[in-house]
């Protein structure tokens, strides 16, 4: 039995900023509820970034406008904060305006388990600290999550934590540490204690990639509104996965992705120390190892 889910990523419900085209962004989700009516899937999950903040009042405003948007939706929705539904927003006023918890949680369907990972995605300004936190209650739960499984696991998250490079990204190229947790290496190091496949999906970069990371699949998918990759034009990527025994995953729109895979459970190889650390070839390079 298989599991059928839509996608939406970075609405960005606002004024136009910087490549987001916020201005379209309702719209857009007018033609998301049409897609995700169509497929009929099992299920809707929003992946976050509904909207670009701008301050409390506004940001109430804009994340109800799309609050009101996903009525359309017929099927079940489960939504993420991204980091900007946080920057003046707290929990608390996310979930009241969406109508329901926004905890990490999980729920079995098809034969695979759910994890909705809903780290905390705000973006902290101080001078002690700039940039995401991995709280430790957020990755003991993951890493919880991961020992019990007891089937394959499909992992959501607004924010990814392969560790891909961000080499041509508009947004972070150049600010490479905004794109993912610090220490992510210890969410991977999380998930890769599970026995069963894994696979990841999250939002936050705008752009659509595949790595395959110690046996475990990271995908991205493409903001609803941006448009560094399509001449200026919102994306309107529209995500639909499909899980089963093979993995197939299509974004629609103006930046499309088809990808299919055959998950596993099968990690690979620890990596070689740097060179000058390890003992072995360092004797070699002494002469003391022929």
């Given at each position: 039995?298989?599991?059928?889910?839509?996608?939406?990523?970075?609405?960005?419900?606002?004024?136009?900023?910087?490549?987001?085209?916020g201005d379209a962004?309702?719209?857009?989700?007018?033609?998301?509820?049409?897609?995700?009516?169509?497929?009929?899937?099992?299920?809707?999950?929003?992946?976050?970034?509904?909207?670009?903040?701008?301050?409390?009042?506004?940001?109430?405003?804009?994340?109800?406008?799309?609050?009101?948007?996903?009525?359309?939706?017929?099927a079940p929705v489960?939504?993420?904060?991204?980091?900007?539904?946080?920057?003046?927003?707290?929990?608390?006023?996310?979930?009241?305006?969406?109508?329901?918890?926004?905890?990490?949680?999980?729920?079995?369907?098809?034969?695979?388990?759910?994890?909705?990972?809903?780290?905390?995605?705000?973006?902290?300004?101080?001078?002690?600290?700039?940039?995401?936190?991995?709280?430790?209650?957020?990755?003991?739960?993951?890493?919880?999550?991961?020992?019990?499984?007891?089937?394959?696991?499909?992992?959501?998250?607004?924010?990814?934590?392969?560790?891909?490079?961000?080499?041509?990204?508009?947004?972070?190229?150049?600010?490479?540490?905004?794109?993912?947790?610090?220490?992510?290496?210890?969410?991977?190091?999380?998930?890769?204690?599970?026995?069963?496949?894994?696979?990841?999906?999250?939002?936050?970069?705008?752009?659509?990639?595949?790595?395959?990371?110690?046996?475990?699949?990271?995908?991205?998918?493409?903001?609803?509104?941006?448009?560094?990759?399509?001449?200026?034009?919102?994306?309107?990527?529209?995500?639909?996965?499909?899980?089963?025994?093979?993995?197939?995953?299509?974004?629609?729109?103006?930046?499309?992705?088809?990808?299919?895979?055959?998950?596993?459970?099968?990690?690979?190889?620890?990596?070689?120390?740097?060179?000058?650390?390890?003992?072995?070839?360092?004797?070699?390079?002494?002469?003391?190892?022929?």
């Open positions: 039995m298989s599991v059928r889910i839509a996608l939406v990523a970075d609405i960005h419900h606002g004024a136009p900023s910087a490549t987001k085209r962004a309702l719209d857009l989700m007018d033609g998301f509820a049409r897609f995700s009516n169509d497929a009929a899937p099992d299920f809707v999950i929003d992946l976050g970034d509904r909207i670009s903040d701008i301050g409390r009042d506004t940001d109430l405003r804009l994340e109800r406008e799309v609050a009101e948007s996903f009525r359309a939706v017929e489960y939504h993420i904060n991204g980091n900007h539904d946080r920057d003046h927003l707290e929990v608390a006023d996310n979930e009241e305006i969406l109508g329901q918890p926004l905890g990490n949680m999980t729920f079995d369907a098809g034969g695979w388990r759910i994890v909705l990972w809903r780290a905390d995605s705000k973006i902290h300004r101080t001078p002690a600290h700039s940039g995401f936190i991995l709280r430790e209650a957020d990755l003991l739960w993951l890493s919880r999550v991961a020992q019990n499984a007891d089937r394959p696991l499909m992992v959501f998250s607004h924010v990814p934590v392969s560790g891909h490079a961000q080499t041509g990204n508009y947004y972070f190229e150049r600010n490479p540490s905004a794109s993912t947790y610090p220490m992510a290496e210890r969410a991977r190091a999380a998930l890769a204690q599970c026995r069963h496949p894994v696979v990841c999906l999250s939002g936050h970069v705008h752009w659509n990639t595949v790595t395959v990371v110690d046996g475990i699949t990271h995908l991205t998918q493409q903001s609803l509104t941006e448009s560094f990759t399509t001449k200026g034009e919102p994306a309107g990527a529209f995500g639909l996965i499909e899980l089963g025994d093979t993995v197939s995953w299509q974004v629609l729109g103006l930046d499309p992705m088809a990808y299919a895979f055959k998950p596993h459970a099968d990690r690979w190889t620890p990596p070689l120390p740097g060179f000058d650390e390890h003992p072995e070839f360092a004797a070699r390079r002494r002469g003391d190892l022929k």
